[in-house]
């Protein structure tokens, strides 16, 4: 699994849970200090490589804004300050060039393209089945076009979905995610099928799913 965003709740989830090995990156330093704190509390050191660096598709060093708790983003020209913090980027392919990973989380404010720009190999292995995006609208700020996006990950032969836990059952949808703003995005949903019917129920809140 490889997460990019927070304060790591799917990671948590994953890698506690469900005893999965993931990778979660988290640009903004006092951001990525919770982060490890998660990490360390819930004793999946072993299971998580966390690093405190941006994605993007060439390696280099970007402002990001730091006042905005998990809405933090890569700065725009309007939004450069002295309260900006450096980070260094990587490409995802760098990192995961070794890597088969299954599932990737990208919530990163409106940044999604340039992320996957630099997640072009990784797109392309088979390994990986599921590929969840926060698509809000925030790609804009950066001059970015959705639409683009939808067109680039089903290039890739990755289908929109929605998941209902409770009924354990995937539908495809016609383009993103109008309600949560969270689109799953599968390519062989007759494999992730199968993989929700393997795995066991758990009980959240007193109700089974």
Partial sequence: ????????????LACAAKKAKAYCFEPVPT???????NIRINDIRDRVIALNIGLSDREDKLLFTVDENCMNHVATDSEKSNNNVEVKVSRLDTILKDCDPHLMKIDVEG????????AIETLNKQSLNSVIMELNGSGSRYGFNEEDILRL?????????IYDPFSRKIETL????????????????NLALERIKASPLVSILNTKI
């Fill in 1 to 12: 699994m490889c997460q990019i965003n927070y304060v790591g709740a799917y990671t948590i």
């Fill in 31 to 37: 951001t990525f200090e919770r982060l490890m704190d």
């Fill in 174 to 189: 016609e383009g993103k995610n109008n309600l949560s703003g969270k689109t799953i995005f599968i390519r062989n949903i």
């Fill in 111 to 118: 940044f999604e393209t340039i992320v996957l720009n630099g």
């Fill in 153 to 161: 990950i089903s290039d890739y032969g990755f289908y929109p979905c």
